[in-house]
């Protein structure tokens, strides 16, 4: 069991620009999530995947940000045209259904 | 929708001493489940216990074990015999609609030696 695997651990980029984040679940789990952490805070929901279905996203989740998880494996975070209140830590999780979530490390987006 | 209160934004206590960690929420949903999450210094969340809202015996894992009080909206962790491995931030969740966990602002804990 390798775990929660994000790719990657940190990202600086400058404003304007589009940043790619991708995170592999735990083989077997079906369902993968993504939050984001600012400092000091708890992590927010941003979106969750059942297999390769998005079936939910928060309304932190702009225009800007889009999720895939194609074939029901992998999952890719984009976000287009970073703005500075972008910076912070982007969780991954995964879970079998109605089961607890495991994280990976996250990554750590800065945008100067 | 669901809330999550921690009110103790730090604590610190000496290692080998007995810690309470504080949490309250606000649900609708008639069946839910609650957990505390881990998150030491730089490294990545790690699941410390689980309770489901069904079950009325209170969770239990080799040091931490939680007081589980349903009706008053109740999560609170205890941590036996603290070790400085203990030290980091804690966050109280709900698991909301069997889909999304909804996270507590935290509660940044110190094990002192």
């Known amino acids: 069991d390798t775990g929660v695997s994000q790719d990657p651990r940190h990202k600086i980029t400058k404003r304007g620009q589009n940043v790619t984040f991708r995170c592999d679940p735990i083989?077997?789990?079906?369902?993968l999530y993504w939050y984001r952490q600012t400092l000091g805070q708890g992590p927010e929901f941003l979106t969750y995947f059942q297999n390769e279905a998005q079936l939910e996203k928060s309304r932190l989740l702009s225009d800007r940000f889009s999720a895939e998880r194609p074939k029901g494996s992998f999952s890719t975070l984009e976000i287009q045209r970073t703005e500075q209140g972008d910076s912070a830590m982007y969780l991954c999780?995964?879970?079998?259904?109605?089961?607890?979530?495991?994280f990976g490390p996250g990554t750590r987006l800065t945008v100067t | 929708a669901q809330t999550v209160t921690q009110s103790q934004p730090e604590m610190s206590v000496q290692e080998a001493e007995t810690v309470t960690l504080s949490c309250t929420y606000d649900t609708s949903e008639s069946n839910y489940y609650l957990f505390w999450y881990k998150q030491p210094p730089s490294r990545q969340m790690i699941l410390v216990i689980r309770?489901?809202?069904?079950?009325?015996q209170n969770a239990t894992e080799n040091r931490f074990s939680v007081n589980f009080q349903k009706a008053a909206k109740s999560f609170s962790l205890k941590i036996s015999d603290s070790q400085l491995g203990d030290t980091a931030m804690y966050f109280c969740a709900s698991l909301q609609g069997a889909q999304k966990l909804v996270f507590g602002q935290g509660t940044r804990l110190t094990i002192n030696p």
């Open positions: 999780a995964s879970s079998l259904e109605f089961a607890e979530q495991y």
């Open positions: 083989s077997e789990h079906n369902r």
């Open positions: 309770q489901e809202a069904y079950k009325q």
